[in-house]
């Protein structure tokens, strides 16, 4: 069976990617995402591999590891403590507070962008006719069975 060298694509669930997924995709499928803001995932890769312990901050809140799938509830809790700690703490109490928490929704909305587009890109990667991986599988695993039939 054909894989990456950056991911075994089969472990990958198409409607809610890891950050770690979302990495693989957007390398190889760079052209499928030009006009979006990558940087969040360059970022929150940096933010586990070297200030949280081996996992990122979504929204700036939520503690996540880069092989977490995102899934619509993961996001819905980021939003939900988000907008509890904006309530608790009463909003930035100075420039730098106000300029970390737009910074933190930015980026979250570059990466709900990204996962927004990702199964679609996914899909035609994979099922490309001619050069998609399952494609390929799928064909080779047909000639095989042609093969086998016609001897």
Same mark, same amino acid.
């Given at each position: ?5 950056? #991911? ?6 198409? !409607?809610? =990617? !890891? /950050? ?8 190889? &499928? @760079?052209?499928?995402?030009? %006009?979006? %803001? /990558?940087? +969040?995932?360059? *970022? ?7 200030? &949280?312990? &081996?996992?990122?901050? /979504?929204y700036g809140q /939520?503690? +996540?590891?880069?092989?977490? =799938?995102?899934?619509?509830? #993961? #996001? @819905? *809790?980021? @939003? ?10 009463g909003g930035p109490?100075?420039?730098? @507070?106000?300029? !970390? ?14 996962? %927004?587009?990702y199964e679609d ?7 490309? =006719? &001619? ?5 390929? %599988?799928?064909? *080779?695993?047909?000639?095989? !069975? ?6």
């Amino acid at each position: 069976m054909t894989t990456t060298n950056l #991911l075994s694509y089969i472990d990958v669930d198409p !409607s809610n =990617p !890891s /950050l770690k997924d979302m990495i693989w995709l957007t390398q190889i &499928g @760079e052209k499928y995402f030009t %006009d979006l %803001d /990558l940087s +969040v995932l360059t *970022e929150y890769q940096h933010n586990s591999q070297n200030f &949280g312990h &081996g996992k990122y901050f /979504l929204y700036g809140q /939520l503690q +996540v590891l880069p092989t977490t =799938p995102i899934t619509k509830n #993961l #996001l @819905e *809790e980021a @939003e939900t403590l988000n907008n509890n700690r904006l309530y608790e703490y009463g909003g930035p109490c100075n420039s730098f @507070e106000a300029q !970390s928490i737009e910074r933190s929704k930015r980026l979250y909305q570059n990466l709900v962008l990204i996962i %927004d587009r990702y199964e679609d890109v996914y899909n035609e990667i994979m099922y490309a =006719p &001619g050069t998609g991986i399952e494609y390929l %599988d799928a064909k *080779e695993r047909f000639e095989e !069975s042609t093969r086998i039939h016609t001897k």
